[in-house]
């Protein structure tokens, strides 16, 4: 077996293939066109039971890029992660401590919906 470490780039080709995305080197009788989340459930299989890809690959809930997760994260759950880029976007709910998404607009933006109802 060859114990070369799989990129995030490779990955990302991993990914458009699966997507229906051009290939440059490979001919495939039938391409598969998964959505971008199915095809993250590929990779974590690969991931978790095949040990092939490594475990810090994540795809991000809100953008659905593929991002390090050793370079910083949220999670909003278990199988929920959100990338740097996007977490300036998430506060945490003051009353439950839920992600919630941060609105500009929103003068009371660190309640999330569910806690404003109960407050109601």
Same mark, same amino acid.
């Given at each position: 077996m060859n114990n070369t470490e799989v990129t995030i780039e490779q990955v990302e080709q991993f #990914? +458009?293939?699966?997507?229906?995305?051009e290939l440059e080197n490979l001919i495939l =009788?039938?391409?598969?066109?998964?959505?971008? $989340?199915?095809?993250?459930? =590929? =990779?974590?299989?690969?991931? !978790? !039971?095949? $040990?092939i890809i490594p475990d810090t690959f994540e795809m991000c809930m809100?953008? !659905?890029? #593929?991002? %390090?997760?050793?370079?910083?994260y #949220? $999670?909003?759950? %278990?199988?929920?992660? #959100?990338?740097?880029?996007?977490? +300036?976007?998430? $506060?945490?709910c003051i009353e439950c401590g839920t992600l919630v998404p941060f609105?500009?607009?929103d003068d009371d933006d660190d309640v999330c919906?569910?806690?404003k109802k109960t407050d109601s």
């Open positions: #990914i +458009s293939m699966l997507t229906g995305g =009788v039938e391409q598969p066109k998964l959505s971008k $989340r199915a095809a993250f459930c =590929v =990779v974590y299989y690969l991931q !978790e !039971e095949m $040990r809100d953008c !659905e890029d #593929i991002f %390090d997760a050793q370079y910083g #949220i $999670r909003q759950s %278990d199988n929920a992660h #959100i990338c740097p880029d996007c977490a +300036s976007e998430y $506060r945490y609105d500009d607009d919906q569910r806690c």
